[in-house]
Nanobody
């Protein structure tokens, strides 16, 4: 089982990035893919999740209206479209497999290696 994140980078405030989470060796089926982020000196926090079969989504309040999570069932890839980025969005972003719509990182597994997102002011 492997999850690989990509798409991070450096952008200015107000810019956009699209993160990808490619899954291999796993049948996600009734699980969900979650995106989390961790800034230096802070705990890992929930960003968004999508239930793989139903397509239901959940977002943390701070990204609602700016971020959109989606998935490509055929390709086993999840995406996180991030618009109107703010400096406080700066973090390493991780994806993982877990229970549908859960925001608890302890319930997730098979974490990817993370991708750095830096938003300059």
């Amino acid at each position: 089982v492997q999850l690989v994140e990509s798409g991070g980078g450096l952008v200015r405030t107000g810019g956009s990035l699209r993160l990808s989470c490619a899954a291999s060796g796993i049948a996600i089926d009734e699980d969900a893919i979650g995106w989390f982020r961790q800034a230096p000196g802070k705990e890992r926090e929930f960003v968004a999740s999508i239930a793989w079969s139903a397509g239901s989504t959940r977002y943390t309040d701070s990204v609602k209206g700016r971020f959109t999570i989606s998935r490509d069932n055929a390709g086993s890839t999840a995406y996180l479209q991030m618009n109107s980025l703010k400096p406080e969005d700066t973090a390493v972003y991780f994806c993982a497999v877990g229970p549908p719509l859960s925001s608890n990182p302890r319930l997730y597994h098979d974490w990817g290696q993370g991708t750095q997102v830096t938003v300059s002011s």
